[in-house]
């Protein structure tokens, strides 16, 4: 009894000490964000992604068919210059397949460029040496010069087969590993969905988009103009509605976090953090991040020790190519973000440990302490 009373008095300061303990060990996240900027005149970068092999960022040019890599330190290395890409294309989402090492690049020509959508792989072992670019086929039928494709983005699983995103026509191309290009899903759900009221002109026809690959047999793709989140069979092409607690409105690029399975989805204005627990019939967006909108942030991916990272690739700018010749801009942004509701989860998980650790000591304290008696006693 008595015993038992010393315990819990000692007990509370010993908590208090730990609190204290680790938070100074823990630095704040918030303060050591990792900011890059990176110098390569008139890129306006659309697609980021991240090369576990080469621990470095890749991001793609808006205009000069040149994929290049940036490190850490904001360091640029050119990876692809393609030539037989069509002068002034675009390079817009980008995936690594770790499995064959290879880039993928999801390409689309804009007006006034004649029509082109292909995807690319390129080597990522011999100097970014090019495998394919396998052009992507239009629905029979479509007068590609009234509405025409575009390829957005791409996600690929452990086999290499990429998907990528149609945003004009909602829906979903797949290439396999030796380029074979097909329509995989042309879901009635892509179509089944209202236009956002506050979709304004610039994504009020930009669809599908964003796409990220789960092992689990499926993928999970984000349309821009509903806000809405689909989880699309990786076999057959069909495609379920997931239910989120609020629409991802001008939803872009997506990324995945191993560890975790959190998905982040990322616009111009924030960057959404969504979780689900049942492999996606349901998903909760439980992080809202805002985002510097003058940086027009287009891509997100997961770096090394699943840091998250958005691009500010002022793609706009690019677009409307209102600067002079020679005035292009010359600096972008690659921003780590951080979610202070996951560090404020993370400290609390280790209080919690930690606490567990103390009432363990002491109830071991105790016993040890009534065994000592009980030997005593004996031994009397
Ligand atoms: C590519 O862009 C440059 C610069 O805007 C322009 O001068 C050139 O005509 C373009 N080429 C094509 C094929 O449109």
């Known amino acids: 009894m008595s015993s038992s009373t010393r315990c819990r008095s000692s007990f509370i300061p010993s908590i208090l000490f730990a609190v204290v303990l ?27 992604t991240w090369d576990p092999s080469g621990q470095h960022f890749i991001v793609g040019s808006l205009h000069s068919r040149t994929i290049h890599s940036v ?23 980008l995936a690594v397949d770790s499995t064959n090492r290879r880039l993928l690049a999801a390409i689309h020509c804009a007006p006034p460029l004649a029509p082109f959508s292909a995807l690319a792989a390129y080597d990522l072992r011999s100097g970014g040496r090019r495998i394919f670019l396998s052009s992507l086929p239009s629905l029979a039928g479509d007068d590609e010069d009234i509405a025409r494709d575009i390829a957005n983005d791409v996600a690929v699983d452990y086999n290499g087969n990429a998907y990528v995103t149609n945003s004009a026509k909602n829906f979903i191309w797949k290439v396999d590993r030796d380029g074979a290009a097909s329509i995989f899903s042309r879901s009635p759900l892509f179509n089944s969905q209202p236009v956002a009221e506050e979709a304004d002109a610039s994504f009020r026809d930009c669809g599908l988009n964003g796409i990220v690959y789960n092992s689990k047999g499926y ?55 969504v979780k689900s627990q049942d492999s996606w019939s349901e998903g909760v967006v439980y992080d809202e991040i805002d985002l510097d909108v003058e940086g027009f942030p287009t891509a997100v991916t997961v770096a090394g020790q699943d840091r998250v990272y958005v691009l500010y690739g002022r793609v706009m700018e690019g677009i409307m190519g209102n600067y002079k010749e020679g005035e292009e801009r010359e600096w972008f942004g690659i921003e780590e973000v951080s979610s202070e509701k996951e560090s404020g989860e993370d400290k609390i998980w280790v209080y919690v440990l930690i606490g567990l650790g103390f009432a363990y000591f002491c109830f071991w304290r105790f016993q040890m302490k009534r065994l000592i008696t009980n030997m005593d006693k004996k031994t009397t």
């Open 22 to 48: 680790v938070g100074l060990l823990i630095p704040s996240s918030a303060s050591k964000r990792h900011v890059i900027n990176f110098r390569s005149p008139g890129l306006y970068p659309e697609g980021l």
């Open 219 to 273: 993928l999970l793709v984000v349309q821009s103009n509903t806000g809405k989140m689909f989880k699309v069979d990786e076999e057959s092409g069909k495609a379920k509605l997931v239910l989120l607690n609020g629409d991802l409105v001008a939803a872009d690029g997506m990324a995945r976090r191993r560890r975790d399975g959190t998905v982040m989805v990322v616009s111009q204005k924030k960057l959404w953090l």
């Open 71 to 93: 490190s850490d330190a904001g360091v640029v290395q050119t990876l692809v210059f393609d030539p037989d890409l069509p002068e002034n294309a675009s390079i817009l989402g």
